[in-house]
């Protein structure tokens, strides 16, 4: 049972202290409202906390997105930095953040959440929420914020047979020699994405022998287009309102120009048009395989013992695998029917609100086609101003009820149909929603106020 109505509101609970956590803190207690965030961590970073239980980043991980079209919207990462950061610096960040907005005193540490319930007022409408920890105590809230990612369970393919060498996956890899040294080995990486990518392009470095193994072939786009940030070249066309084809065309001309097509190092073409799949950003992913130090290889058919048959028929054998297969999207301890979700996706309004209850969201629950956590920022400030909308301004409320029964387009682009892009988003045309309703509910939240 809830506080009693006479106690003082309850505040916000923020579940995660990482990226997506740490700008919903600060936009919710610059909107004067009261909220705590709970990390399970003794370290506020999320998945950029390396060495952590729940981080899944390697030595050598850093931003597949510019640190411009990364950065949070009111706080721009160093001009002396590299335009990709790597993790540590990217730590660095989240750390200078919380600093300049005073968070860290909000922070919970060490509160690994058991179970999270809702509670009910004796008419049985929903009165807030109840947080269970592991440490057996409880907290209670008035709403709730999802931010703790969507990297916790590790996909595994569904591969006949059995492999009798290490098999790991992606989320515990570290480096070539962590978990497992690789040196002398004969490694299989599994995945076309941007991890499996990096992962094959650095084991290549170190072991005997390196094949990388993807159901199709992808679109490889370079970090650096003529000295600058391929994603700023491609934002710049996409605030010119550039038609699609023709920033595809343009984008085609511009990689055949620098790393080159896949056919120049004799891959298949792609089976589908750039940007339907997530982008691979990778630099080194066809020098490694002009070099001979990487083979791509097509997709895993059966294990047999140390053998990999693949489905063209070739068989190799190898000493470890590594999936780089993704994760599936999970929210620990919260009943996935609360967050209206079906065939285990969560139905959400922008994947953000939930269609009807206005004392829940989830932030982050994104895979956009550049950087993230500026998209996370403008997720909170509707999420803060929806709060403020139910406390106060019946008008906002109405209005914002309204869109969230409505079915938004959010891209252009017709992705292929895989786990891999249930979330996808592309970045700009999201951002543009999440403005309009920015300015919408600010618009309605000043009248309130007369």
Not at 58 to 69: G, N, Y
Not at 240 to 268: F, Y
Not at 409 to 438: G, K, M
Request: positive net charge.
């Amino acid at each position: 049972m809830p506080p009693e109505s006479s106690s003082p509101p309850l505040p916000w609970c923020i579940i995660g202290a990482g990226p997506s956590g740490l700008t919903a803190l600060k936009n919710l207690l610059s909107c004067g409202i009261d909220a705590e965030a709970l990390e399970r961590e003794q370290v506020l970073g999320g998945n950029w906390a390396f060495g952590t239980e729940t981080s899944r980043v390697f030595a050598s991980t850093r931003l597949i997105s510019s640190k411009s079209l990364t950065a949070f919207t009111d706080f721009p990462m160093p001009r002396e930095w590299p335009a990709y950061p790597d993790h540590r610096q990217c730590l660095d960040y989240l750390h200078r953040y919380a600093d300049h907005f005073g968070l860290e005193q909000h922070i919970r540490f060490g509160a690994r959440v058991a179970a999270i319930e809702p509670q009910f007022d004796h008419d049985g409408r929903r009165r807030g929420w109840a947080v269970q920890l592991i440490d057996g105590s409880t907290r209670h809230y008035a709403g709730l914020v999802l931010a703790s990612g969507h990297n916790h369970v590790p996909r595994w393919p569904a591969i006949p047979g059995s492999f009798s060498g290490p098999y790991i996956h992606a989320a515990d890899y570290k480096s070539p020699t962590v978990p497992l040294p690789l040196a002398t080995k004969r490694v299989l990486v599994i995945g076309g994405g941007n991890s499996g990518s990096d992962i094959a392009v650095e084991v290549s470095r170190q072991a005997a022998a390196t094949f990388h193994s993807t159901r199709r072939s992808y679109h490889v786009v370079p970090r650096m287009v003529f000295g600058r940030p391929a994603d700023l070249r491609g934002e710049r066309l996409l605030k010119m309102g550039t038609p699609l084809w023709l920033r595809r065309l343009i984008s085609q001309r511009a990689i055949a120009r620098t790393i080159g097509l896949p056919a120049r190092h004799g891959l298949p073409a792609p089976d589908h048009r750039l940007w339907e799949t997530h982008p691979v950003i990778n630099d080194s992913l066809y020098a490694q395989i002009d070099a001979g130090a990487l083979t791509p290889v097509r997709d895993v058919r059966q294990f047999d013992g140390n053998v990999v048959k693949f489905s063209d028929g070739r068989r190799e054998p190898v000493d470890v695998v590594i999936a780089a297969t993704g994760y599936h999207l999970a929210f620990p301890g919260i009943d996935p029917t609360l967050l209206n979700s079906h065939a285990g996706l969560p139905r959400l309004f922008l994947h953000l609100l939930h269609p009807t209850a206005s004392d829940l969201a989830v932030v982050g629950m994104i895979q956009p086609d550049s950087g993230q956590w500026g998209l996370t920022d403008l997720q909170a400030h509707v999420v803060a101003r929806m709060i403020l909308a139910e406390r106060s301004a019946p008008r906002a409320r109405a209005w914002l009820g309204r869109q969230r029964r409505r079915q938004p387009v959010l891209s252009p682009i017709r992705y292929l149909d895989s786990p891999r892009h249930a979330l996808e988003v592309e970045h700009f045309r999201y951002a543009q929603h999440l403005r309009r309703l920015i300015r919408g509910l600010d618009r309605r939240l000043r009248q309130a106020q007369g």
